[in-house]
């Protein structure tokens, strides 16, 4: 069965430093991969995902993935990190590669200091 | 377009007690999921359809039914409520028939059993 690791429950950097969020996972077949930001006391939202194609994969709001097949990795980064990015991350594998079922990391909670 | 809405926003029940958490999209999409958040948990499925008239169980089906007789709704209900299902619960939906694979989540609905 698939799973997530997300290494870290909560991560801190200062403004403009950079965003280094960890995240391992296991399948056994070829994964489809995201990461979903969620605000406070809000839903999830898709930052991005990888399926097929490029390993770097590029999202919304500045952030990137790299899918490291033989490290079976997609950490999240984002070079200078804003205040605005204060949330929590979630990893997320597809269940069964094409399917819609996600299985989630536990979440990594990203807080930025002025 | 509304996307993806969920009521009531926040409920208090008493053990035992029944409800539905209603779940709506109008995007038209075939996949409708529920899942639970706890802390340091992540997200949890329990229970998706591919299509009306479709259902089946996921992670953490026991002590919820769901069903979906139209495209539009997935109402999640709780038969008789404990506290172990004091949680935010979250609806998502999504257009599998293109594969995009993005998942258009709800705003939650945070639930406390006392």
């Known amino acids: 069965a698939q799973s997530v690791t997300q290494l870290g429950s909560h991560v801190s950097v200062s403004e403009g430093a950079l965003v280094l969020l960890r995240c391992n996972y296991s399948s056994s077949v070829p994964p489809y991969l995201f990461w979903y930001v969620q605000y406070p006391n809000q839903g999830l939202q898709l930052l991005l995902k990888?399926?097929?194609?490029?390993?770097l994969v590029k999202g919304i709001n500045g952030f990137e993935a790299e899918f490291k097949k033989s490290e079976t990795s997609f950490h999240l980064t984002k070079p200078s990190a804003h205040m605005s990015d204060a949330a929590e991350y979630f990893c997320a594998v597809s269940e069964e590669g094409g399917s819609e079922k996600l299985v989630f990391g536990k979440g990594t909670k990203l807080t930025v200091n002025p | 377009n509304a996307g993806v809405t969920q009521t009531p926003k926040f409920q208090v029940l008493k053990t035992g007690q029944s409800m539905t958490l209603q779940c709506a999209q109008d995007m038209n999409h075939e996949y409708m999921s529920w899942y639970r958040q706890d802390p340091g948990m992540g997200l949890r499925l329990i229970h998706y359809?591919?299509?009306?008239?479709?259902?089946d169980q996921g992670e953490v089906p026991n002590g919820y039914n769901v069903s979906r007789s139209t495209t539009e709704d997935f109402p999640l209900r709780l038969l008789s409520a404990a506290p172990s299902q004091t949680s935010v619960y979250f609806c998502a939906s999504s257009y599998s028939r293109f594969e995009t694979y993005e998942q258009y989540f709800g705003p939650g609905t945070r639930l406390t059993v006392t």
């Open positions: 990888y399926t097929t194609g490029a390993t």
């Open positions: 359809s591919v299509g009306a008239g479709i259902t």
